[in-house]
């Protein structure tokens, strides 16, 4: 979404250049509160309502799963917003999503052993929330752990949900602070430069 946006906007800006729309926290809120809605919903059919239409096991509660789920739904919209701001276009990202999810698969640990891992490879599992949650999930789901047992993911998780909504804050803190530069900037020319300004960005656009 974030490289749509930027391929859509004139001056490949992530933010609006309103200034109504430059506040730091309310991006950052308001881009998370609409992922959440949307992840937890899916969140709800599938682990929750999947399993009891179809009658598969399930050793997990609802309520279990759910707090784990929450945090990971957090820390990874964090996460994405963090990493958002380095992609100029929609390719990229899905390039990086393809070349990414089988190693995020193995530094989960559900197919190789974490204690098989190098030690500098568990520091690295815990750069990514998908490796807890995993972990995680499948503890609870199929080994029957309970919250309380799977407390190291969940704590893991949460910490992970504070550092990447302050990264997250950050990186939109510059973005926010170049659509006000631009927009300063725009402001101080004539409307005839503006206007030649676009053409010229539009016509190297189709020549790229």
Known sequence: MAGTARERHIFGTLVALD???????RLVIGKTAAYFTI????CVYMPGLIPQWFGYGQSA???????LITPFILSSIFMGLTLSVLFKNRESSMMLYLFTSIPLLFLSGIIWLLSNFAPVWLWVREIFPSSNAIFGFIKMNSMGASIFETRKEIVALWIQTGV???TACITYSYQV??????????ASHPFREI?????QKLEGDVRM
């Open 164 to 166: 990447y909504f302050i």
């Open 177 to 186: 602070n170049f659509s006000e530069h631009l927009r300063s900037e725009l």
């Open 19 to 25: 200034r109504k729309r430059l506040g730091v926290l």
């Open 39 to 42: 992840y937890a919903l899916l």
């Open 195 to 199: 206007r030649q300004k676009i053409a």
């Open 61 to 67: 509660s609802f309520n279990e799963l759910a707090a």
